[in-house]
């Protein structure tokens, strides 16, 4: 493939997916600044192996893409904090990655304050383990079919509505849980 | 179908990803099994709340450059880069349009009355920028009671349409949608979109005509009416 011709045919068929990538990477990163991060280091992995991709549907394979990067970062930084002594929060696997910037407020009583409800769900599925997240983002936020999640996770449809019902169940857990804390005031 | 199966099919249910002869067998069970009703309400009431309320992170514009810059073919960069400006900023969107209905009246051929009128469709896609929406197209009208507005909601835009919908503050959008009504706002829903939900159509309100297709609709108005078309 000439570079000109590469270049025509990767403008068209995934930079329109760009958004699509970004939203993903904040989803898994949950942190702005890390998954503008990964969406160039992705773009450009994706670019080097564009010949790999088959057939003209790139969003499922950038994704797929993008999922790989973040958690090749998000591992890289778990052995870094690892090292760190002073670090004891890393063990927990839901520990908000050292230096984050949340773009919400995780403390319950401002969650009080202003849509409540938005502020809830929000955190909740942040703090969704990042297996039954990614199916959760990908199905409700991404609107990838059932077909496409398998494929940008790797893993068998089955699996695929396995986690995304045990993803939903822990939600609806969690918002219930604190929705009634909220109720009575605790 | 006994309650096992129902309980793993209900997640491909409610994602409309089984096939006709599923769907219709968990339909069955549903209406005969009370349990698995009130499991299915609260699976559909997480993925609402999923839906409405986690955001979809768009590329910031800064980055969209950036990379449009790397990759792009260079044709396509004033267009990505316009695009771009309204994703990053609805409220320019919105500034825009009310500069362009402001002007519309001024520049356009006062003998023709056909031509006087601006015409805008709004198209809404999602549950949770209907209360924005209806918001900007009250002051839209404000400054411009002369355009002719249409409104054509598809996907989770529906939502708001439907009886008993209430905004985020839990007020209901019926008098809200009558209002603009009355004062012309024409609100159009897709019925395409209806049929793949299994959202029965009485349940829309009597305010919203169907169509046949929302996205058909948009584009009729759009290459044969001469509408502009914002998304919102």
């Not at chain 1, 769900?121 to 609107?143: F, G, M, Q, S, W």
């Not at chain 2, 500034?95 to 709004?122: C, E, S, T, Y």
Request: proline share 4%; with cysteine.
């Amino acid at each position: 493939m000439s570079d000109e011709i590469k270049r025509e045919r990767f403008e068209r068929l995934v930079l329109p997916h760009m958004d699509a990538a970004h939203n993903l990477a904040c989803w898994l990163m949950r942190n702005e600044a890390q998954a503008e991060e990964v969406v160039q280091e992705s773009f450009l992995r994706a670019f080097r192996f564009f010949e790999a991709l088959r057939g003209d549907d790139a969003r499922p394979w950038l994704l797929g893409i993008v999922r790989n990067t973040c958690y090749t970062l998000l591992e890289r930084e778990r052995q870094s904090a690892a090292r760190d002594e002073f670090d004891e929060e890393s063990h927990d696997e839901d520990a908000i990655a050292p230096g984050a910037v949340l773009s919400f407020p995780v403390n319950p009583e401002t969650a009080l304050i202003e849509s409540a409800e938005r502020e809830l769900v929000r955190a909740c599925l942040r703090a969704l383990p990042a297996e039954y997240r990614e199916v959760v983002v990908l199905r409700e936020i991404n609107d990838c079919s059932y077909k496409e999640i398998a494929a940008i996770a790797e893993i068998p449809i089955g699996t695929v509505m396995s986690r995304l019902a045990r993803g939903r169940r822990l939600l609806e857990r969690a918002l219930s849980e604190r929705m009634q804390r909220k109720d009575t005031g605790t | 179908m006994n309650c096992r199966d129902a309980v793993r099919l209900l997640n491909g249910y409610v994602d409309a990803e089984l096939d006709a002869a599923g769907a219709l067998a968990v339909e069955d069970h549903l209406q005969a099994c009370a349990r698995c009703r009130a499991h299915h309400a609260s699976l559909r009431a997480v993925q609402t709340a999923v839906r409405r309320n986690a955001e979809f992170h768009s590329a910031p514009a800064a980055l969209r450059e950036r990379l449009q810059a790397r990759y792009g073919h260079g044709g396509a960069r004033g267009a990505a880069k316009l695009r771009s400006w309204f994703v990053a900023a609805p409220g320019l969107a919105a500034l825009l349009l009310a500069l362009w209905l402001g002007f519309g009246n001024i520049a356009d051929r006062p003998n023709d009355p056909a031509q006087m009128r601006a015409k805008v469709v709004f198209q809404i896609s999602q549950s949770g920028s209907a209360s924005t929406a209806l918001r900007n197209l009250a002051n839209h009208l404000e400054a411009s009671p002369d355009a002719t507005v249409v409104v054509v909601a598809h996907n989770d835009g529906v939502d708001f349409l439907l009886s008993g919908a209430r905004d985020e503050s839990g007020q209901l959008f019926e008098p809200a949608v009558m209002k603009l009504k009355s004062r012309g706002v024409d609100f159009r829903v897709c019925g395409n979109t209806l049929t793949r939900r299994r959202i029965d159509t009485a349940r829309i309100i009597p305010a919203a005509t169907l169509v046949p297709s929302g996205v058909a609709e948009i584009s009729r108005l759009q290459t044969r009416e001469g509408y502009a078309y914002l998304r919102l």
